[in-house]
């Protein structure tokens, strides 16, 4: 939103009034906003990703078929089973019990 309202030519205090209300407490500061500004006016047109970049400390997740088809399995067998029990058996974090 704020690349493309920084393109449109709208000032970073402003768009950063119009994000206020919609996020409330948990909206970035005008400091914030000013710097997606500047990056987003250095870029060219297209140049601009919208995916998530991978940061140091995120859990990378891989998922495979042979994974996911054990795990139906196992929860067709037994449709009371928890994530905890799926992760034991296939050594993985509770979180994720399907990849």
């Not at 309202?5 to 970035?28: F, N, Q, T």
């Not at 047109?45 to 399995?73: F, M, W, Y």
């Amino acid at each position: 939103m704020i690349e493309f309202l920084a393109l449109e030519g709208c000032a970073p205090v402003e768009i950063h009034r119009h994000m206020k209300p919609v996020y409330g407490d948990g909206c970035v500061d005008v400091k914030n906003v000013r710097k997606c500004v500047r990056r987003a006016k250095s870029c060219s047109a297209g140049e601009i990703s919208v995916l998530d970049k991978h940061r140091p400390g995120r859990l990378v997740s891989v998922t495979r078929e042979e994974n996911q088809c054990r795990v139906d399995a196992m929860i067709q067998e037994n449709r009371r089973l928890k994530q905890r029990d799926i992760a034991l058996k296939h050594r993985q974090t509770s979180g994720c019990p399907q990849n």
